[in-house]
């Protein structure tokens, strides 16, 4: 990535936790981001709103149904294209007014805009765990024939790449993601069963959407930066540990080969990996609020439940059978998070759906692009049939 500036930087999902945050970011940092693109799928206030701010070059609104309602509001903005529909958002990640894509969608519906992005010869800064969830052999291939960086935006990974900064000839021993354990660290598997909606979607520590607070009490979110890191970092499944630490001060550690460990620390607060990203690689000054150790004279750690919280186990065997394995468990719980948010299923059936749909789903060993698509359909297809059954 160059380091001058400004920076051309597409943001994909601008509306969300990360994309809000990103743009943060932008607005404390004058003169060395420029916004060329913004995405929402579907909240069509926030991106005119942000549009008229950034006045990018072209804005894409995924439920086509709001098309003219951003078109018609953005009317006086000739300088910006108004775009709908997930084609139009994998066109636009490949536009050559961008230095760099951030790619803050939730789901697997950034796979094809990142795929088409570093085809198209541009940095990744990664929002969207799920693409290396769903494809990660074939995203590193990718980013290694198109030369192109991919730059973790996950505050765990982002704490595993700084931590490997300046250690490029020492290998790596293991890795280890910490956890915060979510708001039901300690409980067992019959206290899960009585959760809540409303309880699941209050962390104690980060401020994110929806489906990623689930997943994080789930512990889902954790199984799928475990796969994410084998691919960032090119793991052996072995070298991936993870530890609860509930204060969320120790973002993440690297153990290398002579036993030392090095971590990255911090206040939870997603602007600063965003900030390190978009910035890389010089770190650039802020006036974010600081750590002092004065104010958590406790940092604790313990082994995750993963009795309690099979979802996690459930990552770690998508992990070790590999192929389109991790696809399946990611579709599968996306209709679960979604079926668990409209009172359709309990918390504890969430991972039933996933054990579910990877004993059913066709396995394959070496897919393909198309056959991670097709993967996700059947997938899909397979999970909604499971939840329907349980309603």
């Given at each position: 990535?160059?380091?001058?500036?400004?920076?051309?930087?597409?943001?994909?999902?601008?509306?969300?936790?990360?994309?809000?945050?990103?743009?943060?970011?932008?607005?404390?940092?004058?003169?060395?981001?420029?916004?060329?693109?913004?995405?929402?799928?579907?909240?069509?206030?926030?991106?005119?709103?942000?549009?008229?701010?950034?006045?990018?070059?072209?804005?894409?609104?995924?439920e086509e149904s709001k098309y003219q309602q951003v078109?018609?509001?953005?009317?006086?903005?000739?300088?910006?294209?108004?775009?709908?529909?997930?084609?139009?958002?994998?066109?636009?990640?490949?536009?050559?007014?961008?230095?760099?894509?951030?790619?803050?969608?939730?789901?697997?519906?950034?796979?094809?805009p990142t795929v088409a992005a570093i085809r198209a010869?541009?940095?990744?800064?990664?929002?969207?765990?799920?693409?290396?969830?769903?494809?990660?052999?074939?995203?590193?291939?990718?980013?290694?024939?198109?030369?192109?960086?991919?730059?973790?935006?996950?505050?765990?990974?982002?704490?595993?790449?700084?931590?490997?900064?300046?250690?490029?000839?020492?290998?790596?021993?293991?890795?280890?993601?910490?956890?915060?354990?979510?708001?039901?660290?300690?409980?067992?598997?019959?206290?899960?069963?009585?959760?809540?909606?409303?309880?699941?979607?209050?962390?104690?520590?980060?401020?994110?959407?929806?489906?990623?607070?689930?997943?994080?009490?789930?512990?889902?979110?954790?199984?799928?930066?475990?796969?994410?890191?084998?691919?960032?970092?090119?793991?052996?499944?072995?070298?991936?540990?993870?530890?609860?630490?509930?204060?969320?001060?120790?973002?993440?550690?690297?153990?290398?080969?002579?036993?030392?460990?090095?971590?990255?620390?911090?206040?939870?607060?997603?602007?600063?990996?965003?900030?390190?990203?978009?910035?890389?690689p010089q770190r650039l000054p802020n006036q974010f609020?600081?750590?002092?150790?004065?104010?958590?004279?406790?940092?604790?750690?313990?082994?995750?439940?993963?009795?309690?919280?099979?979802?996690?186990?459930?990552?770690?065997?998508?992990?070790?059978?590999?192929?389109?394995?991790?696809?399946?468990?990611?579709?599968?719980?996306?209709?679960?998070?979604?079926?668990?948010?409209?009172?359709?299923?309990?918390?504890?059936?969430?991972?039933?759906?996933?054990?579910?749909?990877?004993?059913?789903?066709?396995?394959?060993?070496?897919?393909?692009?198309?056959?991670?698509?097709?993967?996700?359909?059947?997938?899909?297809?397979?999970?909604?049939?499971?939840?329907?059954?349980?309603?």
């Amino acid at each position: 990535m160059s380091s001058e500036f400004p920076k051309r930087v597409s943001l994909l999902g601008s509306t969300g936790s990360i994309g809000t945050q990103a743009l943060d970011v932008v607005r404390a940092q004058p003169g060395r981001f420029q916004v060329t693109a913004l995405s929402a799928q579907s909240n069509a206030a926030l991106l005119i709103a942000q549009a008229r701010e950034f006045r990018p070059a072209a804005v894409v609104i995924g439920e086509e149904s709001k098309y003219q309602q951003v078109r018609e509001a953005l009317a006086a903005q000739p300088e910006t294209e108004v775009l709908a529909g997930a084609a139009a958002l994998t066109e636009v990640a490949a536009r050559p007014d961008t230095d760099v894509v951030l790619t803050a969608m939730v789901g697997y519906a950034g796979l094809l805009p990142t795929v088409a992005a570093i085809r198209a010869g541009k940095d990744i800064a990664l929002a969207n765990k799920e693409t290396l969830v769903v494809a990660g052999q074939l995203i590193t291939g990718l980013v290694r024939e198109h030369g192109v960086q991919l730059l973790p935006v996950d505050s765990e990974h982002s704490a595993i790449f700084q931590c490997l900064v300046g250690e490029e000839r020492n290998p790596i021993e293991k890795i280890i993601l910490t956890a915060s354990g979510g708001p039901f660290r300690g409980r067992t598997r019959e206290q899960l069963a009585q959760v809540t909606k409303a309880q699941a979607l209050k962390h104690p520590n980060w401020d994110m959407g929806a489906k990623i607070t689930i997943d994080s009490a789930s512990l889902m979110n954790k199984g799928l930066e475990v796969i994410e890191a084998k691919w960032l970092f090119g793991l052996q499944n072995e070298q991936i540990d993870v530890v609860v630490h509930p204060q969320s001060i120790i973002h993440s550690l690297v153990q290398f080969e002579d036993g030392s460990l090095k971590a990255q620390l911090g206040l939870p607060d997603m602007k600063l990996p965003i900030q390190y990203a978009l910035g890389y690689p010089q770190r650039l000054p802020n006036q974010f609020p600081r750590f002092s150790f004065l104010d958590y004279p406790q940092l604790t750690f313990e082994q995750p439940d993963t009795t309690a919280f099979r979802n996690l186990a459930l990552a770690f065997e998508a992990l070790r059978q590999g192929g389109n394995a991790a696809c399946i468990l990611n579709a599968a719980n996306e209709i679960a998070v979604a079926a668990f948010l409209r009172d359709e299923i309990g918390f504890l059936e969430m991972s039933e759906v996933v054990e579910s749909s990877l004993a059913r789903v066709s396995y394959l060993a070496t897919p393909s692009l198309d056959d991670y698509v097709l993967t996700d359909q059947e997938t899909r297809r397979v999970a909604q049939e499971f939840t329907r059954s349980r309603v």
